[in-house]
């Protein structure tokens, strides 16, 4: 099985992260790859840079679909451009937030999502409504650590997590805690470990970890999106593009 990821920003020095933490994760029989975008934004922080990062998530969803790979993985918990992936390819294409918040609707009775950035409060919100699960949704707490400096300030950042989501628990009533970012892969089990340690023991949901085990067990199950929400777009004339 071969799984692209697509990490839709022009930041390519988190590629070493990147690798090593969804080839841990994957099956032995299963191939990962990266790749980052040729033009964009250096991180995706606002619905602004969502939009910047489209149109080249599209060209790389189409050239693994070229390549023949089996599944896709957009790698930011925005979900940008899934919907319209979805519709270029009929391989499986995973956006991490929807995953991850299916999943915590399913570990507990409500779940609270760690944001980078106060200014995302209200697009996780929406991509709760969007998703069917605002019904599941406790708070959106921010940890306000810009992306970029998460690189160098790990061992801060999971400390910074450790304390939203103790607040998450006790003050917004959360049963599970997902993590707001892709970029803060490989801290789910330090977070879960420090709730422990503060009397609050509930799972901490890695959004990038569970998007490449979906995308694994949509290909065992032969399954991908129906082509009746998702039909290949009509052919037009498109300059630029």
Request: with cysteine.
């Amino acid at each position: 099985m071969r799984i692209r990821v697509v990490t839709p920003i022009i930041t390519e020095s988190f590629g070493p992260l990147i690798l090593q933490e969804f080839t841990a994760a994957a099956r032995s029989d299963v191939e990962v790859t990266n790749v980052f975008l040729d033009a964009g934004p250096a991180s995706i922080e606002s619905e602004y840079d969502d939009a910047l990062a489209v149109p080249g998530i599209l060209a790389k969803v189409r050239q693994a679909g070229e390549e023949g790979i089996d599944a896709i993985v957009i790698n930011c918990m925005a979900d940008p451009g899934l919907r319209a992936a979805r519709e270029v390819v009929s391989i499986p294409v995973i956006g991490p937030c929807e995953a991850s918040m299916h999943l915590a609707a399913m570990l507990g009775h409500k779940f609270s999502v760690l944001a980078v950035l106060d200014r995302l409060v209200p697009q996780f919100e929406d991509q709760a409504t969007a998703y069917g699960v605002k019904d599941k949704l406790a708070s959106v707490r921010s940890v306000e650590f810009p992306v970029l400096e998460m690189e160098e300030g790990r061992e801060r950042l999971s400390a910074l997590l450790v304390e939203q989501a103790v607040k998450a628990v006790q003050k917004d009533d959360a049963h599970v805690i997902i993590l707001g970012c892709t970029g803060m892969m490989g801290l789910a089990h330090e977070v879960e470990e420090g709730l422990k340690k503060r009397g609050c023991p509930v799972p901490v949901v890695d959004p990038a970890i569970v998007a490449l085990k979906t995308a694994e067990a949509q290909v065992d199950l032969g399954l991908s999106h129906s082509k009746k929400t998702y039909p290949y777009p009509p052919e037009k004339e498109i300059i630029g593009y």
